[in-house]
């Protein structure tokens, strides 16, 4: 069976040309009441993967540079994207940052969510941590990502950031902080 091709959908904030893609479940725009259009028909979601230092505080996130050609594209995130109808959004998470950083599931434990939630549409950013003693390598993997990358915490903010995790980034912090 031959699963059709499009161009990636369109981004609403640019025309820069947009890399083929397979179409998956999930897969589509959703008008919401907040004025915007989302990704995910069924919703979406990231994973926000942090390292912690000797002192038991978390040192570094992986983020994802994201293409130039998806919405906000050159902006910093969370590897992630549309949840399939048929997985919850952990399962969508993990998916979504092995097929676009190489994050091995094993080398992972959820800590945590935090659920950005607009009625017809959710964001669930999943927080999770690397298995002590594991070495998670993980890199870009798909035309989704420029790059993949740990950066220290303190430089988070001083990276160009997807205007939603922007905006989300001191809650998100402030909960690897509880689960210490």
């Given at each position: 069976m031959t699963i059709p091709t499009e161009p990636t959908p369109p981004?609403?904030?640019?025309?820069?040309?947009?890399a083929p893609?397979?179409?998956?479940?999930g897969d589509g725009w959703v008008e919401c009441t907040c004025g915007r259009r989302h990704w995910g028909?069924?919703?979406?979601?990231?994973?926000?993967?942090?390292?912690?230092?000797?002192?038991?505080?978390v040192s570094h996130v992986l983020l994802q540079?994201?293409?130039?050609?998806?919405?906000?594209?050159?902006?910093?995130?969370?590897?992630?994207?549309?949840i399939h109808p048929d997985e919850t959004p952990e399962q969508g998470a993990l998916r979504e940052a092995h097929e676009e950083a190489g994050v091995d599931p094993a080398l992972v434990t959820i800590v945590g969510d935090r659920v950005?939630?607009?009625g017809p549409w959710r964001y669930t950013t999943v927080l999770a941590e690397v298995v002590p003693g594991a070495h998670l390598e993980a890199r870009a993997t798909d035309a989704e990502s420029l790059e993949i990358a740990w950066v220290a915490v303190e430089d988070v903010t001083s990276l160009p950031l997807l205007d939603a995790f922007r905006d989300a980034w001191p809650e998100l912090v402030g909960r690897f902080a509880e689960v210490a």
């Open positions: 981004s609403p904030t640019t025309d820069a040309p947009r893609r397979h179409l998956q479940p028909l069924a919703g979406a979601a990231g994973l926000l993967v942090a390292r912690r230092g000797e002192d038991g505080r540079h994201r293409a130039t050609w998806s919405d906000q594209g050159g902006t910093w995130g969370v590897p992630g994207g549309a950005l939630d607009h």
